[in-house]
Structure formats: C-alpha cells, structure tokens
C-alpha cells in the first residue's frame, strides 16, 4: 500500500479554494487573534462571493503550505494599484498551524513568496507588519533581509484598553532599483 505523501507543497490558491482557506483562516484568527488585522467574528461573516472574490483579485496571490492534502500555513501578498506605488507589494496574515511550527515552513513559504515578488518586472519593494513583542517572526524577517524601518505605536487594538504595537519591515531589491 502506497504511503500519503507528508512534504509540504506550496501553491497559490484560486477562488475554487474558497471555502478550505476561509476554514484554515477561522482556525488562524482563533489561534492567535492579536496577530491580524481582522476579527474572528468579523472574518466568520464572509460569503463565499466575498472569499471567492478576494482570492479572484489579480493583485493578490494567496499562497499555503499543504502537508498531506492539508493546509497547514497561509499567507498573501497584494500589489499596489496606483502609478507612483505600483513597485511596493504587501505580506499580510502569515500563520503556521501550531504543530507545524519551528520545522522552517514560514521561511520556505516566505521565501517562495519572495522570489516570485522578486520576479515580478515591477515590484521593488516588500512591506510587512509584525507585532513588535513577536521576537521569532522579527527575526526569520530579518533573516530573510527585512530591516525594521518603524513602529506602529498601539496600531493594533486587541481589546477596549488593550493594545500592541506593529514593527513596520522592508526588504527593497537593490538589483531591481
């Protein structure tokens, strides 16, 4: 009998993928809810045309890891629209499920991320917030080549009086300059 293949594959997923990346997405916003932008209760509200919409836009590529046919990380990139930003692309809502933490999958995942940006004709710049208490994902950016370039003092509101900051993080490609 054939064994299931456990290495991790990364792929883009389109709007067919609707309703697994908004599963995996409830599960990453439950897990660790002061790590995004958007609320559980807020996310559990979407559509699948909203879903299905989002994964369709052509500025946007969402990427996952799957191990076993299963998601087990996430995360997505959008590229500025207008004229004089159209070279800045954005990394939003990179999670890793728990148990496949601290294996390298964040850093493969980025790093496929990355080298499609980089080979984009126009994309020369990379941005990236990261909860600034968060010392381990601080550093595989920086690992990668972010520099911190700001904080976002109390950028997140996590509760009515509770609040993290944000480090800001860039990686420019001098050779694309």
């Given amino acids: 009998m054939e064994q299931p293949d456990f290495t991790p594959q990364i792929e883009i997923l389109g709007p067919e993928n609707w309703k697994e990346y908004q599963e995996f997405r ?10 995004f932008g ?6 559990v509200l979407h559509t699948a045309d909203q879903i299905r919409s989002k994964l369709s836009n052509p500025n946007r590529k ?10 087990i990380a996430m995360a997505n990139y959008t590229l500025e ?13 990179l999670f890793v499920d728990p148990d ?3 294996r390298g999958i964040a850093e ?22 990261v909860n600034n208490a968060n010392e381990a ?9 972010f520099i911190q370039f700001g904080l976002g003092r109390k ?11 944000q480090a800001q993080m860039e990686l420019i490609f001098e050779d694309k300059l």
């Fill in 81 to 93: 629209v207008p004229a004089n930003v159209k070279h800045l692309a954005k990394i939003h809502g």
């Fill in 137 to 145: 994902p601080k550093a595989l950016y920086k690992k990668l080549g």
């Fill in 108 to 129: 493969s995942l980025l790093k496929r991320m990355l080298d499609d940006l980089h080979r984009n004709p126009i994309t020369a710049r990379v941005v990236l917030s």
């Fill in 38 to 43: 958007a609320s559980f209760e807020e996310t």
């Fill in 100 to 102: 496949f933490q601290r």
């Fill in 26 to 35: 409830l599960k990453a916003l439950k897990t660790t809810p002061t790590a």
């Fill in 62 to 71: 969402d990427y996952v890891v799957r191990v076993g046919g299963k998601i």
């Fill in 155 to 165: 950028e997140m509101k996590i509760s009515p009086k509770h609040y993290s900051d």
